[in-house]
């Protein structure tokens, strides 16, 4: 695999200019952002190298595509022009051509190679990170999401949506949250998503980052965030009557007040496991 990742590198540059004169056509661009804007088209900007993978891919088959489109729609009206009835009154008798029938098979084979090649390897890269700097496990809940950190003395957040009725100003109506998902920026992150209930969905479309939180599995992925800031995303499978009110948001701050933040979260919870299990058990769970 290693050996195809530098004539990928050159077929990369060689067609993001061209996805990009697509892109301004086909699309309008979309603001910079890391969260949906009203009327966005297109991707939000990538906030992670493997959501910059994955809008290369993106624009790579925007390319493609396009262009059998094309292709296809001039040899429609070639046809119609030069095979219509009164051009061709008697039609001809030919039922194959070997050099059609082997060109119609091999180029599409080498289209799907040439998506393929790229398209393996970034499966393989959003995977998991084999040097994780932390751990994070995330689980889902009807309807809110618990973060637990391993390596903060298993830290526990629990982020829920504001309430319409608390909305401050400035903040994202069905996007902000009472407690974000705080990570250092530049940190290979390894994420371990599991469910309590039902199966949801950890999702936040600038980073890259989509798996499902399935009850008894925990499945895994990573993010690295390039930039501090604030990255939005939302639980994308339906999951109950709640499923709107599960936003994410992930607050990524450099390394220095990441551990100001941790101390700080951990002085506060003070026995937080303890009271959490008997706010569970009051609740019946």
Known sequence: MDSLIEPMRRLRNGAQ???LAIA????????????PRPWQLGMQPAGSPVQTDIAWLHNLVLVIITTITLFVAALLVWVMIRYNEKRNPTPSRNAHNTLLEVA???IPVMILVVIAIPSFRLVYFEDRTSQADMTIKVT???????????????????????ADSDLKEGQLRLLDVDNELVVPAGKNI?????????????YVPSLGVQRYAIPGRTIETWVK???????YGECNQICGTNHSAMPIAIKA????????????????????P????????????
């Open 190 to 202: 390894r994420i371990l998503t599991t469910s309590y209930d039902v199966i949801h969905s950890f």
């Open 253 to 272: 701050v450099s390394e220095e007040d990441f551990t100001a933040w941790a101390a700080k979260a951990k002085s506060a919870q003070n026995g937080a």
């Open 17 to 19: 200019g061209a996805a």
């Open 140 to 162: 889902g809940h009807q309807w809110y999401w618990e973060f637990t950190y391993p390596d903060q003395n298993d830290l526990d957040i629990e982020s829920r949506v504001i």
């Open 104 to 106: 119609w098979t091999v």
């Open 225 to 231: 965030i390039n930039e501090p800031g604030t990255y």
């Open 24 to 35: 301004l056509i086909a699309f309008a661009l979309p603001a910079a952002a890391d969260q």
């Open 274 to 285: 303890r009271d959490k299990a008997a706010r569970l058990a009051a609740a019946g769970q």
